[in-house]
């Protein structure tokens, strides 16, 4: 049966004059629409635990713990491995990965993801790039400009950090970093390449000469999932059985506020 409301709305529209339809029309047009999440295809290369390659790519919605695991390191960076750097794109789960904390230390996962250009301001956090031009950390740190996801976390050490958390150093987000002078913060303009890279354990690789955090969920990661989301996350890295396989956090991480403090200190 058809609402009394909705049959008195026709019989008003069909005695409306064009131009009232017109303005109509376009008045509902203006209105707010439900937002649609944003769907992302995520590409991953990982190993098994018996050590079988596994390739598979699927299609998400982008959710905050997803960008996390797939979004740091832009196509082109060089990777320092056991036999020199190689570009991200070009490294298979099994080769061995020099860091800058435990020496080489085998590749267990690539993740990849494309970041497009922001249509809303929603997305725009999303999709923040940083440029860290030639030599601006120290000499040959990085070679040559590198440029890093949204998610990318960049080893800080400070004396400060064995006060806050009993350790030299700690990971703080490269966007943290930016001044718009040697840092600089920057949004595609065109569909991106993007990845990450886990070990066994977090650890500090050596992108371009600059240490940035492998891929690590962070720890009580499983906490902030429910138990189709952790189920649905598991099932991207084929190495694990758990969240106990990525290991121990070996160094804390900062905030961009617990960053400040320390640099302005």
């Known amino acids: 049966m058809v609402s009394t409301d909705r049959t008195a709305a026709g019989l008003a529209a069909a005695h409306m004059a064009p131009w009232a339809i017109k303005a109509e029309t376009a008045r ?31 299609t998400l919605a982008a959710e905050p713990h997803l960008d996390e695991a797939f979004a740091a390191f ?9 036999n020199g750097p190689v570009a991200v794109e070009d490294l298979m789960p099994g080769m061995a990965l020099m860091t800058a904390d435990a020496g080489p230390r085998r590749l267990m996962w690539v993740g990849t993801t494309q970041l497009m250009p922001p249509d809303d301001p929603l997305h725009a956090e999303r999709t923040g790039l ?3 031009t030639a030599d601006s950390l120290g000499l040959g740190r990085p070679m040559p400009d590198l440029v890093l996801g949204p998610r990318a976390r960049m080893l800080f050490r400070h004396s400060g950090c064995q006060a806050l958390f009993g350790t030299e150093a700690g990971f703080a987000p490269a966007s943290a970093f930016v001044d718009g002078v040697t840092l600089i913060a920057l949004r595609p303009s065109r569909p991106m390449s993007v990845y990450h890279l886990a070990l066994e354990g977090q650890h500090a690789l050596v992108a371009n000469g600059v240490e940035i955090e ?9 906490a902030l999932m429910d138990a189709a989301t952790r189920m649905e996350f598991l099932s991207l890295f084929p190495h694990l059985e758990g969240f106990g396989g990525f290991g121990a956090m070996t160094l804390p991480r900062l905030t961009a506020f617990e960053l400040e403090r320390l640099r302005a200190a």
């Open 130 to 132: 940083t440029r860290i």
């Open 214 to 222: 492998s891929y690590h969920p962070g720890e009580n990661a499983d």
């Open 28 to 58: 509902q047009e203006r209105r707010p629409q439900r937002s649609m999440p944003l769907m992302r295809r995520y590409e991953v290369a990982g190993l098994t635990p018996d050590g079988t390659p596994r390739h598979f790519a699927r």
């Open 74 to 82: 832009a196509r082109g960076t060089l990777i320092a491995t056991a």
